[in-house]
């Protein structure tokens, strides 16, 4: 039985390989484990699987990192596979010494006949450990045929059980798996092994992953235990896919993180959508990382697949914008040129769709801009821009000047304030007036609302 998380420092670990981009499904992963690392105060490792040399990239492992990083989880601790070689050499041959781990010869098209034959007498297609009866003569003999050898790890035909976080009890007869191959004919460990290694080395007490590695549990907690280590906490999650259902890639690019962050997403509704979707709680706004941690259950995440809409995720955005408070925004803000501050920010925060919307509201309070005016409506705003008040103006301004207006041209409703609106900010629609006012000051307001550039 797998053991249950050890607290009071939990040690987690996300492990991509970095072999592509990686998208909001593996960022679901990383999130649930960053976040219940942050709120039990333990470790968060970012391991990169990066033993297959032919496909693994640097310039996509520094992606990963930027993503993290943009996400607010960056790792406490980055290790790398290609680092720990001699690490799961020394455990293979543990393994070997044990008899755990043995020689097969057997070549792919070999064991593709074997497999065909077994299912059509219909039985499963699991390898038949032809090669436990090779004797030390057999094995010569292939060698001295140039054949070399891989190795499998031998399992213990046993059922093997584990308290799932997610799935709640489990349990797989290992007798009906496959003994699985831990080191090619070249001598390169396939992903179980390392895995489990680094797992042991690392200290990790819970293993957070898709539920597409539920098959791989039960060989690993025989790894871990012939290894003579404790074995982590498991824990598999529901996998996210298209609207279409269609499973998200590495390969094709499906929402990738670089992609949403490219396209003005934010990463607060990029997490809380990813780690909330497909649960039994609430999609919503968060305010912080800390917020979400505190949302993050895995007994409530759901066992059928859950699907990321890139339309939910633009209103997600929307509304956490929406909520931001100018602290979070403050260092944006004045990254981007944007002024006015807490004022400014607390007018336009409404109305944006994407952070980079406040730019364009910007331009409009503190640039030379031409208001948008209606012959019908020339002589009301140039009556109106006689009306102004004298400055310093502030929140009440709007109200005090509309009413004069209002009472000197006895127009009402729409007919009093589209026009203003269209003449002072060009748009039909936007932020409270009342605010934008004072922000644009009378040397912007009096030249629009005469028909000239201010």
């Known amino acids: 039985m797998s053991a249950p998380l050890r607290n009071p ?14 998208h909001v499904g593996n960022a679901r992963t990383a999130l649930l484990n960053a976040l219940i690392a942050r709120r039990a105060g333990g470790t968060f490792i ?3 699987d990066d033993t297959d040399a032919a496909r693994s990239r640097t310039e996509y492992a520094d992606a990963i990192a930027a993503d993290l990083a943009w996400l607010g989880i960056a790792p406490d601790v980055t290790v790398r596979q290609s680092d720990r070689l001699t690490d799961y050499a020394a455990a293979a041959e543990r393994l070997k010494a044990m008899g755990r781990l043995y020689p097969a010869y057997e070549t792919e098209e070999e064991l593709d006949l074997k497999r065909g ?8 297609p699991v390898y038949d450990r032809a090669a436990l009866a090779l004797s030390p003569e057999d094995r010569a003999r292939l060698e001295a045929e140039g054949r070399r050898p891989h190795w499998r790890f031998r399992l213990d035909h046993r059922v093997v059980a584990w308290d799932d976080g997610v799935r709640g009890p489990q349990q797989v007869d290992t007798a009906t798996l496959s003994d699985p191959v831990l080191v090619r004919a070249d001598g390169s460990f396939l992903y179980t092994l390392p895995s489990v290694v680094d797992d042991l080395a690392l200290g990790v007490t819970q293993v957070i992953r898709g539920e597409d590695h539920v098959t791989n549990t039960a060989v690993q907690i025989e790894i871990f235990e012939a290894l003579g280590g404790p074995v982590p906490g498991f824990a598999h999650h529901n996998l996210l896919t298209l609207p279409s259902g269609e499973g998200l890639s590495k390969r094709l690019g499906h929402l990738s993180l670089s992609a949403l962050r490219e396209a003005g997403q934010e990463a607060l ?30 007994a409530a995440i759901s066992r059928a697949p859950a699907r990321f809409d890139p339309a939910d995720l633009d209103a997600l955005t929307a509304r956490t914008l929406h909520l931001m408070p100018f602290s979070a925004a403050a260092a944006r803000l004045e990254a981007a040129g944007i002024g006015g501050g807490e004022a400014f920010w607390l007018a336009v925060r409404a109305n944006l769709s994407l952070f ?13 801009q ?13 009556e109106a821009a006689g009306l102004l008040p004298a400055e310093p103006w502030d929140g009440a301004t709007w109200k005090l000047w509309t009413g004069a207006v209002k009472a000197a041209t006895e127009r009402t409703g729409r007919k009093l304030f589209h026009p203003l609106r269209l003449a002072l900010t060009g748009r039909e629609t936007g932020p409270e007036l009342a605010a934008l006012l004072p922000l644009m000051g009378r040397a912007r307001a009096e030249p629009r609302l005469r028909g000239e550039v201010g």
């Open 9 to 22: 420092a939990p040690v987690l670990r996300f492990a991509p390989s970095p072999t592509g981009l990686i």
């Open 117 to 124: 034959l077994q299912r059509a007498r219909g039985l499963p």
């Open 269 to 298: 509704a990029v997490a809380a959508l990813s780690v909330l979707v497909g649960t039994s709680h609430a999609v919503e706004p968060v305010a912080d990382l800390d917020g979400l941690a505190g949302m993050v259950d895995l």
């Open 356 to 368: 980079e919307d406040a730019r364009g509201w910007w331009e409009i309070v503190a640039t030379p």
């Open 370 to 382: 031409a208001g948008v005016i209606a012959d019908a409506d020339r002589a009301f705003l140039t």
């Open 46 to 48: 970012l391991r990169f």
